[in-house]
């Protein structure tokens, strides 16, 4: 394989030297050219009209672009409701995927080990994926509703009273608690991990980890077992196997799926508003809302891209990691 | 041969993007044809990927004045209708926007859209309609509707001063009231609240009312309560339906506005309807006043009579609660009737009605509005739609099935229920005072800050924060 | 009782709590699925939050119905049915074969630049929709597609290019470059490379990509929205919230309503799923 790209080095090397843009490059360039466009106008187009925006006093229907630098940027960051968006999607991100990293590799470990009934249970893991977050959001919500428990509960909290586990009833997505909830001086928004986030990141995990599951197992079934065979022969335990040679072999895999699970997890939207509406207070709230309910419902349009602007600073810092290590692997091919 | 495929090929591409956005008439059947020529093995990528795209394309480029919607079966029609709507003028349509997508509401659009057709055969009326949060995301379509120039001739805005949010896109129809008599049969005070900057935009369907406490009778009955007729009397209420282990007031969240709903009620309450008013007029005196904080006050203690689990369900979930004789009572405006009856419930058996607590003989009002648009594709068969919604003929189409009453005073009272005519007897001859929840005294841009500042109150009740988030927010009401 | 029967049973007690776990989790994926089944069967009045787990007194379909042809003050899903087919189709056929193509050139035909011109086309996935609807709306009036199903197709294909590029490029990173050198040698040009050696390759990232992007579309919600001006032309996402109303839900009449909407995608994963998994395992998502 390394010899292959020596090769491939070589040879690209003396078709550079000889020619470099021969017709088959220009068709190639040729045939990317409408995606790049299309990318440059309706992303990098938008993003730069976005952040234009973001520096003007538009509030209203009517566009307004008088100019008024950082203001927006200064008036979003010093609302408690943003700062706690903020920490809501980190804290959401952050449990999300280690949610469904988690979980999806336990079920692709658990499927991968020669079950019977496994097209089942693939089946059954992975088809929330299939549907609509708009739906699963309505019914989770209904799910975490607590009523009035313990005496009279409703959702799961019922469910539990009725199968006797009682104690298990808890206030769900109507749990108003920040846990550890510091104070920080200059920041209004506590810090810590809202307690009404966590079931709308359960319903994030049921839906989207059996797609995690799905790319693990294919992870799985592509590692030879002749190399885990290899490593049993020489005594390694079958815990000593699975940290040695199966995860480091799925770290590819992993990447993939935050990156993907990443870009669901911060642009999160419609499942919040179906399941919490953001609520109790702004606990489950996060940017995606945040920006919508600022740009249309209140009519700010120039706070709600200056919100947008700072969504996309907090992608760049998930992926910029990723794009360099992958320009590294790039390298050492 | 060889050549020209491979030409072919390079610009396939370009071909589709081009087809995508342009939808023009020359690219769709050049690249049709060529792409049967290239059908040969040598580009099943190209002639497939334009095969795909062509059918839409070609939808888009039908010409623009055969409009026939009702012909679902061919598969373009929808689109080629869509088109002709967007850009034929006066050719017997009508668009009117509107968030009444079910039930009552939907089913009373729909009986003043027989109305209109009666009266004006041959125009076909394009119901565009958005549900979901309470018109947010009607207000969303609307929004980038208006911005990208594409109004639809007619749409749905709450009477008052929410109306300001469109001034710029609507036309005044001052004259219109005049010309049709519609000031004479509105109350002068309602017409004064429909007054944005000395002109009246839009033409107000129906009037529903906040400040309602709806109860379950037999649990008063069984309490040997009667409800409550002040602040005070609630919290006495509130405190025998507790001690018998009863929810005294059941709330919801989910839907954003609860919380403040019950809290306009409250401030209304509190100052009375001169000084109530007066808050929405955007000087922040009013807001320095003390009473804001007796009223945060007391809004903070009836909460504590209010279901824990209220940020989870939205206000029916609440109203259900009643009639289910879960809780005793609960402050909502009276669409909450429409959703008993929906349910099945009786009135004096299930549920009962009385002013919130406090606000005895003042009516807070909210109205459905329609206005009409500036450059309105189709303004004269949108006039004739504003007649129709300005007229007793067609208020009393719509109200009966809506759950509301006219905002004329000459309705034909007979086509109403028991509590609607109570409610008429009430508009009649209580003092008005416009809603700041649902969009009579506020601004879209207030409403959001007001409802989330009181969302918050209501999960961690915090006077001095709510106090400051409504100062801050006083700069949110003229705009 | 002998070692073999000891070995036996000690390894067939983790056996046993393999399944249970499995079981366990499966009634975990299941439960929504049951509550929305159970709550489409019932009528308005029986449909509450304290009595959400009581089965149906009495089987009834009236709630499709309703959600399907529509009933009393309630538009059915059946017409926006037929505009998502319309949509999702063409999207996703269009998405697949420029995904492919670009996988293609960013992978086997490498050029300067190549490497940042897919970070940026890459980033693209991450913007946040909310915020790019008011220029969405003027360019796509500008180019006439604004309230079409054209326009929606464009802007649903424009925005899977970053994840369809993706996919395609990393499957086809794990196709050995000799080929392509040896198709060059062979006097292929771009497209005889493509269509001889890496389209028969590709079948698994297509599976992949098209279900990928078959239940991204068709579950979307915003852009059908706000493209759509029309009620006739609206996609099936927007038309299941239209059967809520602005003050209350018929929730038994919304949960049969999506079950309905769910249904080709649950068909497409059940059919599909298997080759999903393989087209996974040749090497689509491995980085």
């Given amino acids: 394989m390394q010899q292959a790209r020596t090769q491939d080095v070589a040879a690209s090397g003396r078709a550079r030297r000889r020619r470099w843009l021969t017709r088959d490059r220009a068709t190639a360039l040729l045939m990317i050219t409408p995606s790049v466009i299309a990318i440059a106008v309706f992303v990098y187009g938008f993003i730069g009209w976005t952040g234009y925006i973001s520096l003007t006093k538009w509030i209203g229907i009517k566009a307004d672009y008088t100019f008024v630098g950082l203001q927006n940027y200064g008036t979003i960051f010093n609302a408690l409701r943003f700062q706690t968006d903020i920490r809501n999607t980190i804290v959401f991100t952050a449990f999300f995927l280690i949610g469904c990293l988690g979980l999806g590799l336990a079920l692709a ?9 496994e097209a089942i249970f693939r089946s059954i893991y992975i088809f929330p994926m299939a549907i609509s977050f708009i739906v699963t959001g309505v019914v989770w919500a209904w799910i975490f509703t607590p009523g009035k428990f313990p005496q009279d509960p409703t959702g799961l909290n019922l469910l539990f009273s009725k199968i006797g586990l009682g104690f298990l009833q808890s206030a769900w997505i109507t749990d108003n608690r920040v846990l550890p909830g510091y104070i920080l001086s200059g920041i209004k928004a506590r810090i810590g991990v809202p307690m009404a986030m966590i ?19 294919a992870g799985l079934r592509g590692i030879p077992e002749e190399l885990r065979e290899a490593a049993r022969v020489d005594g390694a335990s079958e815990w000593q196997v699975f940290q040695r040679i199966t995860l480091p072999l799925l770290q590819p895999i992993t990447l993939s799926a935050v990156i993907i699970l990443g870009h669901i997890s911060l642009k999160i939207f419609d499942l919040v508003l179906t399941m919490t509406g953001g609520g109790p207070g702004n606990a489950t709230d996060v940017p995606g809302i945040f920006v919508y309910d600022i740009t249309f419902n209140a009519n700010k349009i120039a706070q709600g891209a200056a919100a947008a602007v700072v969504m996309l600073l907090l992608v760049a810092v998930l992926i910029v990691p990723y794009l360099i290590y992958n320009a590294r692997t790039e390298v050492e091919r | 041969m060889l050549y020209a495929q491979r030409w072919l090929r390079l610009f396939a591409p370009f071909a589709i993007l081009a087809m995508l956005l342009a939808a023009c008439g020359s690219t769709a059947p050049s690249t049709s044809s060529e792409s049967s020529n290239a059908s040969s093995n040598a580009s099943s990528n190209a002639s497939s990927n334009s095969s795909a795209a062509q059918p839409t394309a070609a939808a888009a480029e039908a010409p623009t004045t055969a409009a026939e919607p009702t012909a679902a079966t061919s598969a373009e029609a929808p689109t080629a209708a869509t088109s002709s709507g967007s850009t034929a003028s006066g050719s017997g349509k009508l668009e009117i926007f509107s968030w009444w997508t079910n039930g009552g509401e939907a089913d009373g659009l729909n009986a003043m859209y027989d109305v209109y057709k009666q009266q004006n055969p041959g125009i076909e009326i394009v119901n565009a309609t958005v549900a979901g949060g309470a018109g947010t995301n009607a207000k969303a379509v609307l929004q980038t509707r208006l911005q990208g120039n594409q109004p639809p001739d007619s749409w749905q805005v709450h009477a008052g001063r929410e109306t300001l949010s469109y001034v710029d896109y609507l036309q005044p129809l001052t004259q219109f009231f005049k010309d049709e008599g519609l000031d004479k049969v509105m109350p002068k005070l ?10 009246i935009y839009t033409v107000p369907v129906n009037i529903h009312r906040s400040n309602m406490l709806w109860y379950n009778p037999k649990i008063f009955k069984d309490n040997n309560l009667t409800p409550p007729k002040t602040l005070d009397e609630f919290f006495t209420v509130a405190e025998a339906l507790k001690a018998k282990g009863i929810t005294p007031l059941a709330m919801g969240g989910k839907d954003g506005f609860e919380a403040s709903h019950l809290f306009e009620s409250v401030l209304l309450a509190t100052f009375g309807p001169d000084d109530y008013t007066k808050l929405w007029t955007g000087d ?19 909460l504590t009579y209010a279901n824990s689990d209220r940020s989870a369900i939205g206000w029916a979930d609440a109203a259900q609660m009643v009639i289910d004789g879960k809780a005793g009572m609960t402050i909502m405006g009276d669409w909450a009737e429409g959703y008993f009856l ?5 009135g004096h058996e299930d549920y009962e009605w009385a002013a919130s607590p406090g606000t005895d003989g003042v009516f807070l009002w909210l109205s459905d509005s329609f206005g009409l648009a500036k450059g309105a594709p189709h303004p004269d068969a949108a006039t004739a739609w504003l007649k129709v919604c300005g007229s007793k003929e067609g208020q009393d189409a719509f109200n009966p099935k809506k759950g509301s009453i006219p905002a004329r005073t000459d309705a034909d009272k007979s086509k109403y229920d028991e509590y609607l005519q109570w409610s008429i007897d009430q508009f009649g001859k209580d003092k008005l005072a416009p809603s700041a929840v649902h969009g009579a005294a506020t601004t879209n841009t207030y409403q959001t800050a007001f409802h989330n500042a009181l969302e918050v109150f209501s999960a961690n009740p915090d006077a001095t924060a709510l106090a400051s988030a409504l100062t801050e927010a006083v700069p949110d009401l003229t705009r | 009782m002998s070692a073999t029967t000891l070995r036996r049973q000690a390894g067939r007690r983790p056996r046993v709590l393999l399944y249970t776990a499995m079981i366990v989790l499966a009634a975990f994926y299941l439960l929504p699925v049951f509550l929305l089944l159970i709550t489409s069967l019932k009528s308005f009045d029986q449909v509450s939050l304290s009595r ?26 059946k017409g926006s049915f037929l505009n998502s087919i319309k949509l999702v189709v063409p999207a996703t056929i269009i998405s697949c074969m420029l995904g492919s193509l670009n996988g293609y050139v960013l992978s ?3 050029f300067p630049g190549a490497n940042a011109l897919f970070t940026a086309i890459l980033f693209g996935m991450f913007i946040p929709y909310q915020s790019v609807l008011i220029p969405l709306v003027q360019v796509l009036t500008r180019i006439g597609l604004y309230g079409s199903i054209s326009g929606l197709v464009l802007v649903h294909v424009v925005y899977g290019i970053p994840i369809t590029t993706l996919i395609f490029r990393n499957y086809y990173a794990g196709v050995p470059t000799e080929l392509v050198e040896a198709g060059q040698i062979d006097g292929s040009d771009f497209f005889g490379i493509y269509r001889h050696i890496l389209l028969p390759l590709s079948i698994p990232g297509f599976v992949v990509v098209a279900i990928w992007q078959f239940t991204s579309i068709w579950n979307e919600f915003l852009f059908g929205l ?48 298997r080759y999903f998994l393989r087209g996974l395992m040749a090497g689509s998502l491995k980085g």
Wanted: hydrophobic residues 50%; proline residues 4%.
């Fill in chain 2, 342 to 346: 929906s349910k099945g419930a009786k």
């Fill in chain 1, 199 to 217: 079931p709308v990141i359960v319903a994030a995990v049921w839906q989207m980890s059996g797609f995690t599951m799905a790319m693990y197992l």
């Fill in chain 1, 109 to 117: 470990l658990m499927i991968d080990s020669r079950v019977r009934g």
């Fill in chain 2, 284 to 302: 922040e005196t009013a807001w320095a006043d003390e009473r804001v904080l007796t009223a945060i006050n007391t809004m903070g203690k009836m």
């Fill in chain 3, 226 to 273: 706000i493209i759509t001006n029309q009620p006739e032309i609206r996609p099936v996402t927007v038309a299941l919230q239209n059967l809520s109303g602005s003050q209350y839900t018929q929730w038994n009449v919304q949960m049969a309503g999506a079950l309905l909407v769910a249904l080709p995608t649950l068909i497409v994963y059940i059919f599909l799923g």
């Fill in chain 3, 52 to 77: 959400m787990w009581d089965l149906p007194t009495s089987l009834s379909l009236q709630s499709f119905d309703s959600a399907w042809n529509g009933g009393k003050g309630v538009i059915g899903l």
């Fill in chain 3, 108 to 110: 086997k035909w490498r």
């Fill in chain 2, 190 to 199: 309602l017409l004064d609240q429909l007054n944005i900057n000395g002109e």
